[in-house]
């Protein structure tokens, strides 16, 4: 069983104070090699637990911390990029079975640091290898660099599985099917051999995924199969000839006005800490933003009678401002809880704690209706208490409803809940409501 560990130099650089991170790579008691990884680190953030830097999870930065979760999230990158190559080129000198050089371990870690000095070396292109090159040359999100790392780690496990490594230039139809395959089994395949989880460890227990997060994987690996051809790295795309597929959503279920407000009326008065988290959710309702960019919301945000914010998850494709004006609910809310000595608009709590607390209250608000959802696994139709699972999102999916009910023009409330324009997101709305099957019918009297 192949182990790469990471721990942290007890010695300080004199000029940055920062600490070099140590590799050691451990293959049962045949091989066992150290070397340095030219990544350095505040000690202060090092976790010898998880063998990585932890982020601080600031709600609201200024520019000095914004700069360091930038660089401790680059750290973090730089290692998962580290020890993908080291498990690539283990596979590559034969998985265990031939001798290894004394110097292999700092050999490859001076590769990966130092690719042009090996530039004339390089003959094949790997998959795995093109996602640090798809990272590096594009200005992505970090939840798009967090997806693209877990699909990574994936593939490395699937090589370990076959045997076999994927490179670009050999790239096939079959092998996008078997890998996609085994992203659907995954969970299967690691209960029988568990060893799979040395190469690339998780965080989380590897679950059963649904056909969406699969065919979400496979985008991920289009992607970065489209950078490496538009780059020259090759000219082979396999995804000419493979069809991901489309995901599967059921229709949006969301809460009527009358629903929103009695749940803003409902007495908390003996559950004061329920009745903020209760009026932070009328509150999305109201502007329609992702939970991400509600927390972002600070006093600065509010503009001419409205809320104006570039939402987190586009910004980097358009930023194009978003604006809601605030109606009589909305502004008295904001008014409630205004506090100058807090930065952040509104008194959020954690997402986790958030969501908990919606279900909460839609309990004891007796907000308990049926819902037909879709099964993400077996992709029916089930019937669910809304209590169970009211969420953060159903908030935005209210608004959005809502207002489809009355206007109608997906491209006139995208410019309110930071859709874009002509989003597919649309299409699901326009079957969500009996009334306006109703108002279509008696159109024929």
Same mark, same amino acid.
């Given at each position: 069983?192949?182990?790469?560990?990471?721990? @942290?130099?007890?010695? !300080?650089? %004199?000029?940055?104070?920062?600490?070099?991170? #140590?590799?050691?790579f451990v293959v049962g008691s045949r091989i066992n090699q150290r070397a340095k990884t030219n990544v350095y680190a505040p000690a202060e953030y090092w976790n010898a637990d998880t063998q990585a830097v932890k982020v601080p999870g600031w709600r609201l930065m200024n520019e000095e911390q914004r700069r360091l979760v930038e660089s401790l999230n680059e750290i973090n990158t730089r290692l998962q990029g580290l020890r993908a190559a080291v498990m690539e080129?283990? @596979?590559?000198?034969? !998985?265990? %079975?031939?001798?290894?050089?004394?110097?292999? #371990?700092?050999?490859?870690?001076?590769?990966y640091n130092f690719p042009e000095k090996y530039e004339d070396l390089r003959r094949t292109v790997y998959l795995a290898d093109a996602f640090a090159d798809y990272l590096a040359g594009l200005q992505v999100?970090?939840?798009r660099k967090r997806m693209a790392a877990t699909v990574q780690?994936?593939?490395?496990?699937?090589?370990?599985?076959?045997?076999s490594r994927l490179q670009l230039d050999t790239l096939t139809p079959d092998d996008l099917r078997a890998f996609d395959a085994y992203l659907r089994s995954e969970n299967e395949i690691i209960a029988q051999h568990p060893e799979l989880l040395a190469v690339c460890p998780e965080a989380r227990p590897v679950v059963k995924r649904s056909s969406n997060t699969v065919i979400d994987r496979m985008h991920i690996v289009r992607a970065v199969?489209?950078?490496?051809?538009?780059?020259?790295?090759?000219?082979n795309d396999p995804f000419l000839r493979f069809s991901i597929g489309a995901p599967v959503y059921g229709t949006p279920y969301y809460i009527t006005v009358e629903e929103r407000n009695a749940l803003y009326r409902f007495d908390l008065s003996k559950r004061p800490g329920l009745a903020v988290q209760r009026d932070i959710f009328v509150f999305q309702c109201l502007i329609g933003c992702r939970v991400s960019d509600l927390l972002k919301l600070t006093r600065e945000n509010l503009v001419a009678g409205g809320v104006e914010y570039v939402p987190s998850k586009t910004k980097d494709e358009r930023g194009d401002i978003v604006r809601v004006p605030l109606n009589s609910i909305a502004a008295e809310i904001v008014e409630r809880y205004a506090d100058p000595n807090r930065a952040a608009l509104l008194p959020f709590v954690s997402c986790q704690k958030y969501n908990d607390a919606i279900k909460e209250v839609f309990t004891m608000a007796g907000l308990t209706r049926p819902v037909t959802i879709l099964d993400p696994m077996t992709r029916k139709e089930v019937q669910r208490p809304l209590n169970e699972i009211a969420s953060s999102h159903l908030a935005r999916r209210t608004f959005v409803g809502n207002l489809y009910k009355q206007v109608k023009d997906p491209n006139l409330i995208a410019k309110l809940s930071g859709h874009c324009e002509g989003s597919r997101a649309f299409a699901r709305y326009r079957d969500i409501d009996e009334d306006m099957r109703r108002e279509l019918v008696d159109m024929l009297v």
């Open positions: 069983m192949a182990t790469l560990y990471y721990s @942290l130099s007890k010695k !300080a650089d %004199k000029g940055t104070g920062l600490h070099e991170i #140590l590799t050691r080129a283990f @596979l590559q000198a034969g !998985a265990g %079975k031939k001798a290894l050089p004394a110097d292999w #371990l700092a050999s490859t870690v001076d590769r999100s970090q939840q780690r994936c593939l490395l496990r699937y090589e370990a599985f076959t045997g199969v489209s950078h490496a051809v538009k780059n020259g790295n090759t000219d």
